[in-house]
């Protein structure tokens, strides 16, 4: 059973910075496609960022493009991203998702696995 695990989530004041890990268990994923979405209180899921199964493509929602930065380490099964220049909208809850296919997607409905998710809120 694959398991996805998040961290690194927390407070930070705008205009900061922070990186928030996802690393998988129980088996590799390696040629697994996977992706970023987050949960704003009152709001639907919404992508964040996705990167492809090499890291050689990456894809961003406008909102975050410029400021996020999305990578993975294959040896280690885990996802980053990493999110500068945040903001107050930036605050939600953020879930990593892998796919069982290589391609990309910014569809919540293609993933096939998810984490619990992680907390981040960003102060004024």
């Known amino acids: 059973q694959l398991q996805l695990l998040e961290s690194g989530g927390g407070l930070v004041q705008a205009g900061g910075s922070l990186r928030v890990s996802c690393t998988a268990s129980g088996r590799t994923f390696s040629r697994n496609a996977m992706g970023w979405f987050r949960q704003a209180p009152g709001k639907d899921r919404e992508f964040v960022a996705a990167?492809?199964?090499?890291?050689?493509?990456?894809y961003y929602a406008d909102s975050v493009k410029g400021r996020f930065t999305i990578s993975r380490d294959n040896a280690k099964n885990t996802v980053y991203l990493q999110m500068n220049s945040l903001k107050p909208e930036d605050t939600a809850v953020y879930s990593c998702?892998?796919?069982?296919?290589?391609?990309?997607?910014?569809?919540?409905?293609?993933?096939?696995?998810w984490g619990q998710g992680t907390q981040v809120t960003v102060s004024s």
């Open positions: 998702a892998i796919r069982q296919s290589i391609w990309v997607s910014t569809r919540s409905y293609d993933y096939d696995y």
């Open positions: 990167i492809s199964w090499s890291g050689g493509n990456t």
